[in-house]
């Protein structure tokens, strides 16, 4: 059975600081790693994806992939209320697998 | 604009009727997906496709079917047999099944009145 653990939360940050996001997965075998993020009523909007072990940024957002520790996290530099949401990480195994894995998700709240 | 276009946003279902949720996706992709999401849950996918006339079951495919008879549309039909329908329902397309990225649909509220 494939799974992707996340604390649910809530995550309190407050604005200004950096927010860290953690998931690890069962499956050694997961190829593709994303983060989306969901506002609540709303749908999931895909905001990182990783691939290869390290890290990987775009503007605010850097990801963080440690296939050896089945480990993938999300940073948020210079969090804003915005950022306020459930965030949800999805692994993809390959293999034939059938679509991605989700994670429930980690409510993170940004304090003004 | 390309995207995909779920209908109807809310959707209320009678004991015993079979409703169908719309899923159509402008973005040339061929790969879709259906996937529940129930209170503080994950998503949960419920049925696939890669290619047209071609499906496979997800994880809670009981109670549920589609169609793939064109690239653009993937209908899920919910139906009488699946006992606890209330959740929202997310469509999803990727250029391919394989390392792809996936990008939702604003998703369909079902509740059963």
């Known amino acids: 059975q494939k799974e992707v653990e996340q604390n649910s939360g809530p995550l309190s940050v407050p604005e200004g600081a950096i927010a860290s996001l953690n998931c690890t997965y069962s499956d050694r075998g997961s190829q593709s790693f994303f983060w989306y993020r969901q506002y609540s009523g709303k749908s999931p909007e895909l905001i990182m994806s990783i691939y290869s072990n390290g890290d990987k940024e775009d503007g605010r957002f850097t990801a963080q992939l440690n296939k050896a520790s089945q480990y993938v996290s999300l940073l948020i530099r210079d969090s804003q209320p915005s950022d306020s949401a459930t965030y949800l990480c999805a692994v993809y195994t390959g293999g034939g697998a059938d679509g991605l894995t989700f994670g429930k998700g980690t409510h993170l709240i940004i304090q003004p | 604009d390309g995207g995909i276009t779920q209908s109807p946003k809310y959707l209320f279902r009678k004991e015993g009727q079979n409703v169908t949720l719309s899923c159509e996706q402008n973005?040339?992709?061929?790969?879709m997906y259906w996937y529940r999401q129930d209170p503080g849950q994950g998503l949960r996918l419920i049925y696939y496709?890669?290619?047209?006339?071609?499906?496979q079951k997800g994880d809670i495919a009981e109670g549920y079917s589609v169609s793939r008879e064109k690239k653009e549309s993937f209908p899920l039909t919910v139906t009488s047999a699946q006992k606890n329908p209330t959740a929202f329902y997310l469509c999803a397309s990727s250029i391919g099944l394989a390392n792809t990225e996936a990008f939702f649909g604003q998703g369909t509220r079902l509740t059963v009145v």
């Open positions: 496709s890669q290619i047209v006339n071609d499906f």
């Open positions: 973005l040339n992709h061929d790969a």
